[in-house]
């Protein structure tokens, strides 16, 4: 009787949690927003940026070579953030 109910049980849990992947609509994911890969390459910067400061912290890169890419980026993110700057750029 016991394996019987845990067997039923078993049933059951697969049924409640297969039933929204084989018998829901799958439906496409449409972006509104019309800039998210200018997003997505500022994010990408600060993400950069935040690697840049760990590694010179962490002393793998000079001073010269930290200052010189941190000003590149800077400026790349601060373009990028400009409201009338093309995305080719």
């Known amino acids: 009787m016991i394996i019987v ?20 609509k799958v439906s496409e994911y449409i972006s509104g927003n019309e800039n998210s890969s200018d997003f997505n390459e500022q994010d990408s910067l600060l993400s950069a940026l ?3 400061e760990e590694e010179y912290q962490l002393g ?3 001073n010269e070579d930290y200052q010189r890419l941190k000003l590149h980026f800077q400026r790349k993110y601060l ?3 400009k409201p ?3 995305k080719n750029s």
Do not use: E, M, N, W
């Open 5 to 24: 109910l845990s067997l039923l049980l078993f049933i059951a849990t697969v049924l409640v949690i297969a039933y929204p992947l084989y018998f829901q």
């Open 84 to 86: 009338g700057s093309s």
């Open 60 to 62: 793998r890169i000079s």
């Open 79 to 81: 373009h990028q953030k």
């Open 50 to 52: 935040t690697d840049l």
